[in-house]
């Protein structure tokens, strides 16, 4: 039987070493410098978040609203505006059913409007359209009527199922 040899591994000068490892940090020294200071907007998704309905509505979305551009959020079918935060939106929350609460109506589109008890937020629920859509308006940076003027026509994607509902409408 033959005896095999062994050939010694080339070994890696510590200059080598270091030199790569500088390279390593400078990559991602500039990744980060790349991404500048923005962070991630972590948003919980809705339950029906992934509805194709949704990507057509989140496509049609602003890049930007009152002079905000969007951020980059952590979630399927949400979006995000400012820093900090003017404006959240998820798609996919379970639609509302028949309320007595404010209902505005915006470019064709219907909102049920509640004020946060937490802090100042206030909270606009589509309606009569499904997947339904959640917008959380920072009201001390601006207001809802501008925010849901600029979201409002990407939810015409989606055919209304039902309208909101006055006294006034109901009778005579």
Request: aromatic share 4%.
């Amino acid at each position: 039987m033959r005896s095999r040899r062994l050939r010694p591994s080339p070994r890696t000068s510590p200059r080598k070493t270091r030199t790569f490892a500088l390279a390593a940090v400078a990559t991602v020294l500039a990744g980060v410098s790349l991404a500048g200071c923005e962070r991630t907007v972590v948003v919980e998704p809705a339950q029906d978040a992934q509805n194709p309905k949704c990507a057509d509505i989140m496509l049609r979305l602003p890049d930007e609203i009152a002079g905000q551009k969007s951020r980059t959020t952590s979630s399927q079918g949400t979006k995000a505006w400012g820093d900090p935060n003017i404006a959240v939106i998820r798609c996919g929350v379970t639609p509302p059913g028949p309320t007595t609460d404010q209902c505005v109506s915006v470019s064709s589109v219907d909102w049920i409007s509640k004020a946060s008890d937490e802090d100042d937020t206030w909270v606009f629920t589509s309606y009569g359209r499904t997947p339904a859509v959640e917008v959380l308006v920072n009201r001390k940076a601006e207001s809802g009527s501008n925010v849901l003027a600029a979201i409002s026509p990407a939810l015409t994607a989606v055919k209304p199922e039902a309208k909101c509902v006055g006294a006034q409408d109901l009778e005579g």
